[in-house]
């Protein structure tokens, strides 16, 4: 059975189907050769799935666990296949409510990606900040504020960063958002007075104003690093509301 048809399947939404299929061709792949099977997941963990409803999400999730089992029982439970599958399950997992298993899931493919990765790779951060999500998600804002806490921004900004967070201001999301200029940026749940915290704390010249309006890609405003290219952003004050705490330097 190929790829192209289980994923046929799986857009039909025929889950269950589509899931006894995927076990076949991987076990199929591994039999041929370690390569193949690499290969073979690789093009069936590609699909995350898009949904319309809830209802849709549930019914996806035993063939997301279906793919995760069989990876780890042919590649082995800590292999990178194995762990993309794991992704995908715990993000269905926290996407229908089940935070506690989504958790437990992401926390081992967190631990994975730190050992394969560097802490300012993108792989590394878009699972820590997934999980920072389910976190928050469910309720557990001290586990979150320390995973966020881990961010290491460049000298420039650190100083911008504390004083931040000193000022009440709680950091929600840290990553890549752009593909160019952008190394590590961090996000926080509280206006920035830009103009104001570079005065006031004496930042390098190095660090400009970066003033984002955009539509689909959001907006934000905040600090960046011209040299190092690490970024201190907060809401956009044209979308915040006026319930946002603004940080600022007296």
């Given amino acids: 059975m190929s790829t192209a048809a289980i994923l046929r399947m799986l857009n039909e939404l025929q889950f269950e189907a589509a899931a006894s299929l995927a076990g076949q061709s991987l076990r199929e792949a591994a039999a041929e050769s370690p390569e193949r099977l690499t290969q073979a997941a690789r093009e ?53 409510g089940r935070l506690d298993e989504a958790i437990a899931l992401r926390e081992k493919v967190l631990a994975h990606a730190g050992r394969r990765f560097k802490a300012d790779d993108p792989r590394f951060l878009r699972v820590r900040d997934g999980l920072a999500f389910l976190y928050r998600r469910a309720g557990r804002e001290a586990e979150s504020d320390k995973l966020h806490g881990d961010a290491r921004l460049c000298k420039h900004l650190a100083a911008a960063a504390q ?28 206006l920035l007075d830009c103009e104001r915290l570079i005065q006031g704390l004496g930042l390098d010249p190095c660090v ?43």
């Fill in 44 to 96: 069936l963990v590609a699909w995350q799935g898009f949904f319309r409803n809830n209802s849709e999400a549930v019914a996806s999730e035993p063939y997301f666990r279906a793919v995760y089992e069989v990876l780890a029982e042919l590649a082995g439970p800590e292999s990178p296949a194995a762990m993309a599958a794991a992704e995908n399950l715990a993000g269905i997992l926290g996407s229908i």
């Fill in 208 to 250: 400009e104003i970066h003033d984002h309006r955009g539509t689909h890609d959001g907006s934000e405003r905040g600090l960046v690093c011209t040299i190092h290219h690490d970024g201190v952003m907060g809401p956009h004050p044209s979308d915040s509301g006026f319930e946002k705490k603004t940080i600022t330097v007296p």
């Fill in 163 to 190: 004083y931040i967070r000193d000022q009440g201001g709680r950091m929600v999301s840290s990553g890549q958002p752009w593909s160019q200029n952008c190394h590590v940026w961090v996000y926080f749940d509280a």
